[in-house]
């Protein structure tokens, strides 16, 4: 009967420090994201409105993009502890676990939060000055 060396009972410690922070990096992003939504977002749907700018002129994924900043900006509160929660589960699950398989997981979620915070980003940033520079080249034009 063979037996396993100590080392194996558990993820080594600078992989469960690797993990954690990876996890509180993907936090931080999608914190910067929430901030976006809540905060910024907003801004733009009053410059539309200022603007007189009709709903209906607006591509739609911009008019889902303000639909969804409204939401966020009423209930920040709930998203922005709800994402602590679940980092701070993450990080204990990965410092009270014995298995290698959770310091992975928490590693790969964080590295695709950690990457996909600029896209999502990109994106929104698209969305927001889409219609504004379609209004500036009408108001050049006429």
């Given at each position: ?12 410690r600078g992989a469960q420090v ?120 009408q108001v050049n034009q006429g």
């Open positions: 009967m063979t037996t396993l060396p100590a080392r194996s009972e558990g993820p080594s690797g993990a954690i922070v990876l996890a509180l990096l993907g936090a931080a992003g999608w914190l910067i994201i929430l901030y976006v939504l809540a905060f910024i977002i907003p801004r733009f749907a009053e410059i539309y409105a200022k603007f007189k700018i009709p709903e209906d002129a607006l591509p739609v994924s911009t008019q889902v993009l303000c639909s969804i900043g409204l939401v966020v900006q009423q209930f920040w509160y709930l998203f922005g502890f709800g994402w602590l929660g679940v980092t701070a589960g993450a990080v204990l699950w990965v410092l009270r676990g014995r298995w290698k398989h959770r310091v992975l997981v928490v590693s790969i979620l964080g590295g695709i939060s950690v990457l996909s915070t600029p896209v999502i980003l990109g994106a929104v940033v698209f969305n927001l000055f889409l219609p504004l520079v379609d209004l500036i080249k």
